[in-house]
């Protein structure tokens, strides 16, 4: 099965990015083989719809589960409405928590755990003032 991990780096001892939609990389690893694809999350800078669009790439690699931090609520819909579970309050690095999800120790969340627009760097998006 294919799992995607929010990660900081693009390796299997990358740590847990703590956000879906605006994290670094993506790791897409198959969970039997512990192969891999790290995908730079180019939506990471957009000023709106991260999480929707980080959605549609993970769905498009083939992830079944994504393990992460955090999720806000416009990346957990476009998740569910692509049947792909999300599991948060991940944490400690890419391999350790994909063995974590394999012995059972994380379960999918059933709602977004944190408000749109999570991890945006101040100064930007909706509400901010510019200067």
């Known amino acids: 099965m294919k799992i995607c991990v929010t990660a900081v780096s693009g390796s299997l001892d990358a740590q847990i990015d703590p956000r879906f939609g605006r994290c670094s990389y993506f790791l897409i690893v198959d969970s039997e083989t512990m192969e891999f694809e790290a995908v730079s999350n180019i ?20 992830a079944r589960v994504v393990l992460t931090g955090n999720i806000g609520p416009n990346a957990f819909q476009a998740l569910s409405a692509a049947g792909i579970k999300a599991v948060t309050g991940a944490f400690g690095n890419v391999e350790e928590v994909i063995e974590k999800y394999k012995r059972g120790e994380l379960k ?11 991890g945006m760097r101040k100064g930007r998006g909706r509400g901010s003032r510019q200067s």
């Open 43 to 62: 939506a990471a800078g957009s000023m709106s719809g991260a999480g929707i669009q980080a959605a549609q790439m993970v769905a498009s690699k083939g």
């Open 108 to 118: 999918e969340t059933s709602s977004p755990t944190v408000r749109g627009h999570f």
